[in-house]
Every structure is written in structure tokens, then in C-alpha cells.
């Protein structure tokens, strides 16, 4: 059986192409090594082919000639290029945005990663680091004994606050890459939308506060601004976390500072005799409420007492009363030698006088157990 037709061979007479990765690599290598040491590339020298004309002959040597040593290094450089491009390693603590053509293909983890050369591109993104913006300030020399420059950020700390008085802010925001496509496309420059955004919120925050209570209410001013910070971000989907909100120093401007602390004297004395009139107060005034009460027991049991015996001498005189109307005589001597007992014995001395004879009568001291002298009426 003829084979006339060039598209078609015999099957005995067909090269098996390479079936694995492993072949093809090593096929692609023999064929550099038989370049560059000499062989043919384009069959044997003086053969034909199936036509008529001749195969062209194409000499090696010339080649390399035409390509020059500077050529073959450029070659063999962008062949390792490519070789080792196609690897990457991402340190822990990251993560990488692959690329393909400007499109996102996936999130690569920390490790030894493999990419397509000159389709893919790779970002790093640190999402475990705390970054952090300072605000009034600025750290120039970060250590044990931190050194802060203060000079120049007036601007960035001076605020208003809702009763007209100004007042020096220093505060440190710090936060963390959470989402890295969202850090790495969505917001052009995250660490300036970030300050800017603080800036804004606790600037509004401090609007509408007055100066004492931003002084005395810092842990909620912080939360506050984190929670508004917070939001605008995710909103803007900025693909970051805030940390912490800290705020460091919260002062009056220098040039009112000595006005301003004399204020704060005065308010302090000024709390200081409140206090001591509040003491004063709550020592004297129960005292006197305690007496008061006292006074009023006392008067309703004095009144209870004497409404008492009162009815008590009224119950008594009806009975004395009653036995007057029953015997007259008797009654008025009983009561009369009852009255006698009752004062004679609270009486010092006792006078008896004779009524016909107008002269004093002697006595018997029973008191002394001796008999007074008589004394003679004037």
C-alpha cells in the first residue's frame, strides 16, 4: 500500500511526541544543547527533502554569529527569569493578591506558591502588623525613652469644642490590614483615608462636647471615635480593622494655658467649699432634726401627762363632790384635817392665837421635844 499523500504516514514511521511534562522539558533541553553545540536544525547538509528543491542548509555557526555571545547570555537569563518567576514564597504574617492580566484570581497563603510568568502578578500584603498613625505628633526616636516631636502639628490637634473654647487633642489611632483585596484595590491610599477619616470623626465628636466633659470623659470620647472610625471605613470598604483609638495628651493651648489653670484653682476651690459646706450641713442639720424630733416627744408626752392628771383631779373632785353632797359637815372636816396633815408638816414655825384673849399660846415643839417660848403679840 502506497503512502502517496505527505499529510499522511505510515504509522511505523511516526515520532511519538512527548506524553508528560518531564518529556517535553526534556525534549526542550536537547534541542538547546544540540543548538548551541553544533547541530543541525535544519537536517542533514546536502539532503532533499520530499520535494524537488533542495532542504536549505542552514549553518550553525553562522547563526550564532548572527546572534552574537551577548544574544545567547540575554537568552539564558530570560529563560531563568521565567524559571524562577514562575515560584514565590510568602512569609508568615502576609498574604498575596495574584493577578492574571490585571484580574484577580485568588489569595495566595503564607508559603511556597506557584504562578504563570509574565501573566501573573503578585501583591504582598502584611495583614498581621499593627500600623499606626499619630495625630499632634510624631515620634522621632521610637525606644525605652521614647522621644515625641511636638513642633508643627498644631493644626492636626487644635480643636473647637461646642461651648466656643479650644482645645490641644493628641490621640493615636492604630489598625490592621483585615480584608487584602479590599486594601489593595478598593481605596487608592488606605494610611491617608484612614487619617482623614479619624480626623473628620473626632473632630465632629468634639464639636458637640463641651470642654469639662471631653476632659473628664476621655475613655468615652476614644470609644466613640473608634465605633464612627469603624464605620466609615467599611463603608468605604477599605479592607482594614481599628485596633485601638488612644488618646494621649488633652491640654488647653499653650498661649491660654496659665488663664486656664487659674480657672481650674479657682473651680477646685470653689468644689472644695461646696464641700466643706455640704459636711457642715450634713452635720448640724440631722443634729438639729434629731432635737426638733425630740423636743415634739417630749411636748406630746408632756401634753399626754398633763391631760392626764387633769382628768385625773376632775374624776377626783366629782367624787369628793359627790360625797360633800351626801354629808356636808363630815366632809368638810375630813377634808379640812386632810388639808391640815398635808401643809402643817412643810410649815417651820406655828403660830396659835387665842381669839378672846388676843394673847399668843404656848405650843409643844414636837419637831425638837422642847417647849417654845411664848411670844407676846405687838
Keep these: 500500500m502506497a503512502w502517496d499523500d505527505q499529510d499522511q504516514q505510515p504509522p511505523w514511521g511516526k515520532k511519538k511526541g512527548p506524553q508528560t511534562p518531564e518529556e517535553l522539558i526534556a525534549l526542550l533541553l536537547n534541542k538547546l544543547k544540540e543548538f548551541f553545540e553544533g547541530g543541525g536544525t535544519g537536517g542533514k547538509k546536502g539532503g532533499t527533502g520530499r520535494g524537488d528543491s533542495p532542504a536549505p542548509n542552514i549553518s550553525v555557526s553562522g547563526l550564532l554569529g548572527a546572534i552574537g555571545r551577548p544574544g545567547m547570555v540575554i537568552g539564558i537569563f530570560f529563560l531563568g527569569y521565567i524559571v524562577f518567576s514562575a515560584f514565590y514564597t510568602i512569609a508568615p504574617g502576609e498574604q498575596g493578591v495574584v493577578l492574571r492580566f490585571g484580574k484577580y484570581t485568588k489569595t495566595a497563603m503564607p508559603g511556597l506558591n506557584f504562578k504563570l510568568p509574565l501573566m501573573d502578578e503578585l501583591i504582598k500584603v502584611d495583614v498581621e502588623n499593627v500600623r499606626k498613625e499619630e495625630f499632634g505628633f ?32 493628641e490621640w493615636i489611632i492604630q489598625y490592621k490590614v ?67 483609638v488612644q488618646l494621649q495628651d488633652v491640654n488647653p493651648p499653650e498661649n491660654v494655658k496659665p488663664a486656664f489653670n487659674e480657672v481650674n484653682e479657682a473651680d477646685q476651690d470653689m468644689k472644695r467649699l461646696v ?46 363632790l359627790k360625797e360633800y353632797k351626801g354629808g356636808q359637815d363630815v366632809t368638810r ?3 379640812y384635817l386632810e388639808t391640815m396633815q398635808e401643809v402643817l408638816p412643810k410649815v417651820a414655825e406655828i403660830y396659835v392665837v387665842d381669839g378672846n384673849k388676843g394673847g399668843l399660846l404656848p405650843f409643844l415643839d414636837v419637831r425638837g421635844g422642847s417647849k417654845a417660848t411664848p411670844v407676846e403679840p405687838r
Design 138 to 169: 510624631r515620634t522621632s526616636i521610637p525606644g525605652q525613652r521614647t522621644e515625641y516631636q511636638k513642633t508643627g502639628f498644631d493644626a492636626e490637634s487644635l480643636m473647637l469644642t461646642s461651648d466656643r473654647n479650644v482645645i490641644d487633642l
Design 178 to 244: 483585615q480584608d487584602p483585596i479590599f486594601f489593595a484595590f478598593k481605596v487608592k491610599d488606605v494610611k491617608q483615608a484612614v487619617r482623614d477619616i479619624s480626623e473628620v470623626a473626632l473632630r465632629r465628636i468634639v464639636g458637640n462636647m463641651t470642654f469639662d466633659y471631653v476632659l473628664s470623659n476621655r475613655e468615652m470620647l476614644a470609644a466613640a471615635t473608634q465605633r464612627e472610625v469603624q464605620e466609615s471605613l467599611d463603608r468605604y470598604q477599605a479592607g482594614v480593622k481599628i485596633v485601638t
Design 275 to 320: 464641700n466643706e459646706a455640704e459636711e457642715a450641713y450634713n452635720k448640724e442639720v440631722p443634729k438639729a432634726r434629731g432635737d426638733a424630733k425630740k423636743m415634739l416627744e417630749e411636748a406630746q408626752g408632756y401634753a399626754v401627762e398633763r391631760v392626764n392628771l387633769a382628768q385625773g383631779e376632775a374624776s377626783r373632785f366629782l367624787a369628793i
Design 333 to 335: 372636816r375630813r377634808m
